[in-house]
Every structure is written in structure tokens, then in C-alpha cells.
């Protein structure tokens, strides 16, 4: 699509331009752990607070209906970008460990039995990993693991000999927070569905990254965040495949997911209403949508490509620096760099980098299994996005100089 010029993309993001961390201008690396915004999503909550605001589906006076309007054109606007095929398979929820939940409580309470199978990555997010041992408590399943290897690649061969009729749930990064690695979800996906397997993606790290299209993934469930994708926190998507509809359970009950209430019973709304009671996140919905057009615009090939300039130059410069070890090293990354530096905390690494205004996440990134897996009880992990250059990445690599300096290394 349309010619991409990262200054230009930079004007769209206000925090961007500060100047005052720590007397240093702000590079904002940390993008995996939340996405800034952009002026059109900021402006658009601005109007919405000032002139829209109101409760949805209820009322009948002019601001309910502009503020319903607003709310579910956002979901068709989600629905359009992901391809789904109905807007009924959107559903809001507050964040990807919402969506999670979500399927846990709602189709693996109802469905799953003692004895059966929940098959996940080593490469998941907690988020992905408590919800399936919670089920897998009360219900007496099993919850198994596919390994990775020294790279942070997934070992399919040990996915198909795990796969077998008994498995019932695969649960499955597209791209891991911690590492970067991206799954190859689409063949996972139909493999799993030879054996009748409901499949989950948990696609808070795919989905600011690439493309989606839930249609040819084919997949049952794909969640994810509005605050990684430009748009605001308290807002998240679980799409559910319209096949599943029948086969979950309500999630949460109260208003709005009702049709009929009585003391003896109640006839449920349809989906995607039947899985959002109570008020929802009106203003967060529809800045999400925002957050979608801006994406639009900019394209998401466009971002792709960018983005994996800045990953190769970040791991061209960083790794090229005695004594940085890269943790993750898949063929296929996505925006993620993580690292260490011999024994120097990542914090450290974290702190030092945050004195000349470079903002990193240093920790277990909620994924301790991979910190087990690699030896490491954190790493520094810096994560790029569309808005990021070629300089901010020599800026940390002159930090990351700095921080050997420092400790003498
Ligand atoms: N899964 C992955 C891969 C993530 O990166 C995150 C956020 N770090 C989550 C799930 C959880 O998302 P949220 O905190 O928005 O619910």
C-alpha cells in the first residue's frame, strides 16, 4: 500500500516526542508490553468522553444510541480486520487473559472430562498456562507441553506424537512475548483438528505483528489486547468461531447477556451478547476500533517490514557486543529482542538504559518456564514497533555499552 515513512508515522504519537526522561529524549522499547497511542485513538476517547458518553443497548434517548452505535460499529470494524465472518463471533472482553478465561470457563468447564488432554507450548504466557491447570484441578485433565529447542523454536515432531484423541484443547502462542519466536499456527491448527481438538490462539503478540485472518487460520478461538495494538487498556477480543456458540456456557451472568429473567429461570441473550454482562469498556471498545483504522492506514504489511528491519539491525548491533547473549534465536521472530549480559541483573541492564531515557522491560515477562528453559531468572528484552528507528536501536546498543562500563565488563 501506501509509501511508509517513519517520521511521519512518529507525528501520530504525542509521548513519543517528550524530551525530559531522565534529560533524554524517550525511546520507547517496551512496545510488547504495551503500544503507545496515537493522536487519532487519544482524540477519538477525547470526543467520545466529551460529547458521546453514555451507557450502551439500553436507552432510548439520542446519546444511548450514538454511544451503542460507536460501541458495535468497533466490533464490526474488528470483525473486518480479523475476517471473521460474523460480527456475533466478536466478543469484548478486558484483555487476552480475559479471552482466556473466557474459553476456559466457558467451553472447558462444560466440555472437558477426566482424562482428557490440554496440549500448550513451553513458549506460553502465564495467561495461557493458569487458566489450563485450573481446569485441569477441578476437572482431573491432563495439561502437556510441547518443548522447545536451544533456538526457542517449537519441537513439532514432539507436538504430532503428543497429539492424540484424547486431546481436547490446543493452546497456542502466535508469537512469544518473552522471545520473539513466531509459531507455525497454521499447520498446528490443522493438524490439531485431525484429531477433533478445539484450538486457541493467543494472539496478544501476533496480531500488532501480522496479518490475521481467523477465517483461513480456521481456528476456534484467537485472543488478544487492544493496549498492544495502539489502542487503549480494559479492552480486549475473544474471537469465537460461531461453531463453539452452542457449545459454551454463559461466562459471567447479569445484565445485558439476559433476554428474559425470572426467579425460576432465564433465557440467555445471543452471543456475542450471552458472554458480556454487566457495562462494558464503552470508550476503550471504540478507541480500539480507532486503533484498527489507524492500522489500516498505516498497513500492517508495512509495519511487518519495518519492524523486522529493526529486528535484524537490533540483533546485528546488540549481539556484536561482547559479553550480550541473545536468548531466542528462531528463524522466525517477531519484534521481540531478549538478552543477558553474564551476570548483571536485567534490571540493572533496565535501569541503566532508563537513565538515558530507553525504556525496556527487564523480568520473567510472565513466562517463567522459559526463563527455567533458558537458565536465566530474567532477561532485558526490548520490543519494537512501528514507530521505532534505526537510531533508538544505536541508542541502546550505546546504553547497553554504558551498562558494561559501568560493571566493569
Ligand atoms: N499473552 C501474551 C503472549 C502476552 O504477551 C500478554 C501480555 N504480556 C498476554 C497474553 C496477556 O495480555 P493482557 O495482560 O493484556 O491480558
Not at 233 to 241: Q, V
Amino acid at each position: 500500500s501506501t509509501t511508509f515513512d517513519v517520521n511521519t508515522i512518529r507525528q501520530h504519537f504525542p509521548i513519543l516526542s517528550r524530551p525530559d526522561i531522565n534529560n533524554h529524549k524517550l525511546a520507547y522499547l517496551d512496545n510488547a508490553a504495551s503500544s503507545q497511542l496515537p493522536k487519532a485513538v487519544i482524540d477519538r476517547l477525547h470526543q467520545y468522553h466529551q460529547f458521546e458518553h453514555s451507557n450502551v443497548h439500553r436507552s432510548v434517548h439520542t446519546l444511548g444510541e450514538e454511544a451503542t452505535n460507536a460501541y458495535e460499529s468497533a466490533r464490526k470494524k474488528v470483525a473486518r480486520y480479523i475476517n471473521a465472518n460474523s460480527e456475533s463471533e466478536i466478543i469484548y472482553t478486558r484483555g487476552t487473559t480475559d479471552s482466556i478465561n473466557l474459553v476456559m470457563q466457558s467451553y472447558g468447564r462444560a466440555n472437558l472430562m477426566e482424562g482428557d488432554e490440554i496440549l500448550i507450548t513451553a513458549l506460553e504466557h502465564h495467561s495461557n498456562i493458569v487458566p489450563w491447570q485450573m481446569l485441569c484441578q477441578e476437572k482431573g485433565c491432563l495439561l502437556k507441553v510441547i518443548p522447545i529447542n536451544s533456538s526457542g523454536e517449537l519441537k513439532l515432531d514432539e507436538f504430532l506424537r503428543k497429539l492424540n484423541k484424547k486431546t481436547k484443547i490446543v493452546a497456542l502462542s502466535q508469537v512469544s512475548n518473552a522471545i520473539g519466536s513466531v509459531n507455525p499456527i497454521e499447520e498446528m491448527i490443522i493438524e490439531a483438528k485431525k484429531y477433533g481438538a478445539v484450538t486457541l490462539i493467543d494472539g496478544a503478540q501476533g496480531i500488532p505483528h501480522k496479518p490475521v485472518d481467523v477465517q483461513s487460520l480456521d481456528c476456534d478461538f484467537y485472543a488478544f489486547s487492544g493496549h498492544k495494538m495502539y489502542g487503549p487498556t480494559g479492552i480486549g477480543i475473544l474471537y469465537a468461531n460461531s461453531r463453539m456458540h452452542d457449545r459454551m456456557v454463559p461466562y459471567l451472568g447479569g445484565g445485558d447477556m439476559i433476554l428474559h429473567v425470572t426467579f425460576e429461570e432465564t433465557i440467555y441473550n445471543e452471543p456475542p451478547y450471552k458472554f458480556e454482562a454487566g457495562t462494558p469498556p464503552i470508550s476503550a471498545a471504540i478507541g480500539l476500533g480507532e486503533a484498527i483504522d489507524f492500522i489500516s492506514n498505516v498497513g500492517i504489511h508495512n509495519i511487518e517490514s519495518h519492524e523486522k528491519q529493526l529486528l535484524d539491525y537490533a540483533h546485528e548491533k546488540v549481539s556484536a557486543i561482547n559479553g550480550v547473549q541473545l536468548i531466542g534465536t528462531a528463524k522466525e521472530k517477531a519484534s521481540v529482542m531478549s538478552f543477558v549480559m553474564g551476570d548483571i541483573h536485567p534490571h540493572d541492564i533496565g535501569s541503566i538504559l532508563n537513565s538515558f531515557g530507553i525504556a525496556i522491560r527487564a523480568g520473567h515477562h510472565c513466562a517463567q518456564p522459559v526463563m527455567k528453559f533458558f537458565d536465566v531468572p530474567a532477561t532485558a528484552r526490548a520490543s519494537f514497533s512501528l514507530y521505532n528507528t534505526f537510531d533508538e536501536i544505536d541508542a541502546l546498543a550505546d546504553g547497553i555499552k554504558e551498562v558494561k562500563r559501568v560493571f566493569n565488563q
